[in-house]
Structures are given as C-alpha cells and as structure tokens.
C-alpha cells in the first residue's frame, strides 16, 4: 500500500528554480532518512541530497549550496527546492525513503530538464 508520487518537475531555463515535492501514503515503519536520486540517459543514478530523523542533511557536491531537501513534521513529504540549475542537472528525479531493514521505497520520478 505503500506509494510514493513525486511533482514538479518540468523544463527550465539555466539559472532558474523548480521546487520537487514527493508525497507518500501508506505506512513506512523505521524511516531513517528520505532523499532525492537522479539520473540521466546512460548515467547510473546518482545520490542527490538526504534528509534524516535528526534533521541533519547531506548533499551531493554538484549541488550543495544551490539544493536544499526538507521534510514536513509527519514524514509524509519530502521536498527539494533546487536553484540556480544547470544543464547538467537535467535527469529523472526519483524520491526516496528507507525504512526497516534498510528498505528502500521509490517513486516513479520526475523528469527535470534544463536547457535554453
């Protein structure tokens, strides 16, 4: 029953903003951290920002300082505001949340493309 359904995605040009939402219904017990992977055609899919129970975060080195990943208070969305993008952002942006025993759900992702 679980779901995750990721939003926002959408083209954009270079320097400009989109703000990623993932919205989770059904039960996840033991979530440890929810976050954001991405990948693009013929790239492995690559660890974008996580967030913890603590609230610590982390970020890939491409985006940190121009990502930032948050939580509402009932662990029922996870959301990445990403700004000045680049092209090279462009790829599939899939939500994730692990829970007990180090499961991993995922959503369908949204694709984000960044061009002129």
């Known amino acids: 029953q679980v779901r995750l359904v990721e939003s926002g995605g959408g083209l954009v040009q270079p320097g400009g903003s989109l703000r990623l939402s993932c919205a989770v219904s059904g039960s996840i017990f033991g979530i440890s951290a929810m976050g954001w992977y991405r990948q693009a055609p013929g790239k492995q899919r690559e660890l974008v920002a996580r967030i913890f129970t603590s609230g610590s975060t982390n970020y890939a080195d491409s985006v940190r300082g121009r990502f930032t990943i948050s939580r509402d208070n009932a662990e029922n969305a996870v959301y990445l505001q990403m700004n000045s993008l680049k092209p090279e952002d462009t790829a599939v942006y899939y939500c994730?949340?692990?829970?007990?025993?180090?499961?991993?759900?995922w959503g369908q992702g949204t694709q984000v493309t960044v061009s002129s």
């Open positions: 994730d949340v692990r829970g007990l025993g180090r499961v991993d759900y």
